[in-house]
Structure formats: C-alpha cells, structure tokens
C-alpha cells in the first residue's frame, strides 16, 4: 500500500480546502521570508558599504540623514559646507584621511558623486574597462549605471541639476565616460563619479574651457583660486582608537559642522526598524498559527467521513500504525507544498521589490540567494503539520472496525 499516494489522493479529492490551507500557509510563511532576505541582505550591504568609514562631517541637520546620503546616497544631503573649513578641519590630528564629496547633480537618476581617487581606493574598485578620470568632466561609471543607461567608454551625457530626474540639464558643457568599473557589490554601482572640479564648474557662471584641461586634484582637495567653493561632505578615517571619543564632540560642539557615525546611525535606524519588523513576523506567526488550525480543522472533519474507508483499509491488512502515518502523511504534505510554496513566493516578491526599485535602498538586493534559516523556516512549517495532524491521526489509529462496518 502506497500511503503517499494515497495521502495525496485524499487531498486531491477535496481540491478547494487543500488549497486553501496551502495558500494560508504560505502566505505566513512568504512573509518571513521576505523579511529575513531584506534584513540579511540590508545589513551586509548597509555594513559593506560603510566599511573603512568612521565618521562623516558635513553640514548641521539630522545625523542619520547626513549618513544616509553621503555613505549610502540613498536621502537629500543636509547641505554644503566651505572648503576652507572643510580643509581646516581635515587636519586636525586626531583625523588619519578624509575624502571630500559634491553631490546634487544626477543623470538618469543616477547620482553624479563629485571626489578623489581615494573614494575608489576605499572600496578597492577595479575596473571592467577604462581608467580613472583625470580632468574635469571624465567620468566613471558603475556596473549597474553602465548596464541599465546603456553607456559605454566614450559615451557623452549630460548632468540635471538636483536628486532627482524632473530637473532641468546642464547642457554647457558634457561628461564623458572614461571607465566603468566591475561590480562590486555595493554602493558604487549604481554612481556615476568625477571630479569635485566637475561639479564646481558645471555650476559656475562662467565657462573657462582651458581651465576644463587642467589636470584635477587625485587626492586631497582641490586647489581654487575662487571664493565660496563648497563640498557637501567629508568621509573620515581615524588615526587612532581615542578620536571616536574626542573628534565628534569637538567638531559638533566647536564648529558649525555636524560629525555623525555611521555604525552609530545605522544601528539606531535597525533598532527603530526592528519594531516594526517584530510586528510584521508577529503578525506572519498568527497567519501560520491560523494555517495549522485550519489544517486540524480540514483533517478532523475529513476524518468522520473517512471512518468508514479508514475500516475497510484495517479489514485489508493495514495495521493501527498504518491509519496513524497515514493522517500524519496528509499534515505533512499539506504543510511541505504550503512551506516551499511560500518561499519560493518570499523570493518573487523581493524580485518585484527590486526592480520597482532600481535606484533605491532596495536596489541591490538579490532575490536568488537563499538562506539557511529558509530550511529551519520549512522545517517548522512541517512540525506545523505534524502538530495539527497529531489528533486526527490518533482518532485513525483508534478506529474501531467493527463498529464502522456494522454502523452500530
């Protein structure tokens, strides 16, 4: 006697309550697993990301969204602040190297970063094609940014002012790609980088082309002749352990600068997120528990019509053990196609996710990659089903033979 297929067979006679059960199941179990791709994922990237970053400097405002803009390019900068003091601040002893940024351009969406090589350096970029820019006006491009603009070495675009797209050009005068880098797996996928130069000039009134020639600063900050330059931010490495202690509190309590810390900020974000992630796996754990009650329900009341073919199956052969594995064979089903239904559910949702988000927070997520915790998460979906068949199949077990067939 095959119980499987047998199993199955009875499931398959009842095809509306049998789909109901594994579509509730999964439901709660797709939940999870969105959940637990998202905040693996989020958290190397958010980690990878800020690696080699101890502090951020830039203009006075919220802390975190100076983080999240200048490591992570994902929200509005606070704001500017001069290159003097800027270049003051940058040698304070307590500091080992700083990396300026100029942001508020964009093309495509795509954020145009004003830098140094350094900024490569930190991430230990290496490129597909190309060389790194040398003059103001060359660009290099991300894997992502080079793949979905379709552009190439020697490709020409034009810079809109602002984050976001629905802004007007800055059509004086061109960017060209000079490198496009190999993925990284991070941040510097989705920019396009330059030279601080390149942002300053674009924005200038008047347009020097000779000084466009001029070879840019690779390291350090620019030089200008001009006053009221600006950068929007600076990223900083400590010298030593004692400056996370020291340089914060002297930059935001003796300057008009603002000092935040990444591994600060982002842990206060995923603590204030963690809340409401609680709650949403709170909520997906009724949807289970619901799940299991619905799968006792749908054996129980399987099991008073079934008392009679259930005699019948002892009159043939099948032992007291055989009615028991039987009922715990359809729990079991029911909840296996429930639980990788809602995986496989899990991951097609973070893939829509991902490319209704291509230039976001979420862009970089990978709905292909599968984590262990999904098995642990399938295999309390199968205790699930066990548990709910555990009384139906004891009622089996019980099955008095004589009475059934008699109908006394």
């Not at 597909?128 to 020697?154: D, I, N």
């Not at 007291?320 to 990788?340: D, N, Q, S, Y």
């Not at 089903?385 to 008095?400: H, K, Q």
Request: aromatic share 8%.
């Amino acid at each position: 006697m095959n119980l499987v297929k047998l199993s199955w067979n009875y499931l398959l006679a009842k095809p509306l309550n049998t789909g109901l059960n594994i579509l509730l199941l999964s439901m709660g179990l797709a939940i999870i697993t969105v959940l637990l791709l998202m905040q693996d994922q989020f958290e190397n990237k958010m980690t990878r990301d800020a690696e080699g970053i101890d502090l951020v400097i830039g203009a006075k405002g919220s802390p975190l969204q100076l983080v999240l803009s200048s490591v992570y390019h994902i929200d509005f900068p606070t704001g500017n602040i001069p290159l003097d003091e800027a270049e003051s601040v940058s040698k304070n002893r307590l500091i080992k190297n700083v990396i300026p940024l100029g942001m508020g351009d964009n093309y495509n969406g795509y954020r145009i970063i004003g830098t140094n090589h350094d900024y490569l350096e930190l991430y230990n970029a290496g490129f597909r094609e190309g060389r790194p820019w040398e003059v103001a006006f060359e660009t290099v491009l991300g894997q992502e940014v080079a793949s979905k603009l379709e552009l190439e070495v020697g490709s020409r675009f034009v810079g809109s002012h602002g984050i976001g797209t629905a802004s007007h050009a800055h059509d004086e005068h061109d960017y060209i790609v000079v490198g496009i880098l190999e993925k990284q797996d991070n941040v510097l996928d989705q920019l396009i980088l330059t030279a601080l130069e390149s942002v300053w000039y674009t924005h200038d009134e008047d347009h020097d082309h000779e000084k466009f020639e001029q070879p840019v600063a690779t390291s350090g900050f620019p030089s200008s002749d001009q006053e009221g330059r600006e950068v929007t931010s600076l990223l900083v490495k400590y010298r030593n352990p004692i400056a996370a202690v020291q340089l914060p509190r002297y930059i935001n309590s003796r300057s008009s600068l603002q000092a935040a810390s990444p591994s600060f900020e982002i842990s206060r974000l995923f603590e204030l997120l963690g809340v409401g992630i609680k709650l949403i796996q709170g909520l997906a754990v009724v949807i289970i528990a619901i799940a299991g009650l619905g799968i006792f329900i749908a054996l129980y009341n399987s099991l008073k019509e079934r008392k009679y073919d259930l005699a019948v199956m002892r009159t043939l052969g099948a032992s007291k053990a055989t009615l028991f594995v039987h009922i715990i064979l359809e729990g079991f089903i029911l909840t296996l196609l429930g639980g990788l239904l809602g995986i496989a559910i899990g991951h097609f949702f973070l893939w829509l996710l991902v490319i209704n988000n291509e230039q976001g927070a979420l862009s970089g997520l990978r709905p292909d990659i599968f984590l262990a915790e999904e098995l642990w998460l399938l295999g309390i979906a199968l205790i699930t089903g066990v548990l709910a068949s555990l009384i139906p199949a004891w009622n089996a077990y019980r099955t008095d033979i004589a009475k059934q067939l008699t109908g006394s």
